[in-house]
């Protein structure tokens, strides 16, 4: 086996790895979810728009769509599976982002390119303010049309967008 095939090979390991974990700890919460100390989304929403512990907002231009989010000190967020290529801007604080391929840690100001396909954990060491942007070429405000348009909730669900691209 080559150096390369071996790299492949354990990057895979740890993407499935990765995944499993990632998942196992999302669904633990959302059993635990209080609304208080941790918010979820619930099956008919599954993501979270808006909450006293992550406020959200929500900003609509000519063809684009911003979801800025302000992280206190100490929380965290598993993000949804991204369908697009789009920028994140971290603007104030200081904030960790792991996926399956990194741990990378951001100190405001900074944007980061966010691939597709990959969830993350976010881990705010400081107050932070982040910044999603995202296409929206229908000019929608509809954040539930948005929200299927933008995101995967699953693996599979993401896979299943994919293929049929």
Excluded at 9 to 27: A, G, H, Q, Y
Excluded at 83 to 111: Q, Y
Excluded at 136 to 162: F, G
Aim: aromatic share 6%; glycine share 4%.
């Amino acid at each position: 086996m080559s150096d390369n095939e071996l790299q492949e090979n354990t990057k895979s390991e740890i993407s499935v790895d990765f995944r499993s974990k990632v998942i196992s700890l999302e669904n633990t919460l959302k059993e635990i979810a209080n609304g208080v100390d941790i918010v979820a989304g619930a099956e008919n929403k599954p993501i979270v728009r808006d909450s006293d512990v992550i406020p959200i907002k929500h900003h609509f231009m000519d063809g684009v769509y911003i979801r800025e989010m302000h992280m206190k000190k100490g929380s965290a967020v598993i993000g949804a599976i991204h369908k697009h290529l789009h920028m994140c801007f971290l603007l104030t604080g200081k904030i960790t982002v792991i996926n399956e391929d990194e741990t990378v840690d951001h100190i405001a100001p900074c944007f980061i390119t966010s691939t597709p396909g990959i969830k993350r954990v976010l881990y705010a060491h400081e107050d932070s303010i982040w910044f999603n942007t995202h296409k929206n070429p229908s000019n929608t405000e509809d954040l539930d049309e948005l929200e299927k348009e933008i995101v995967a909730i699953s693996y599979r669900e993401y896979e299943q967008y994919t293929k049929n691209k």
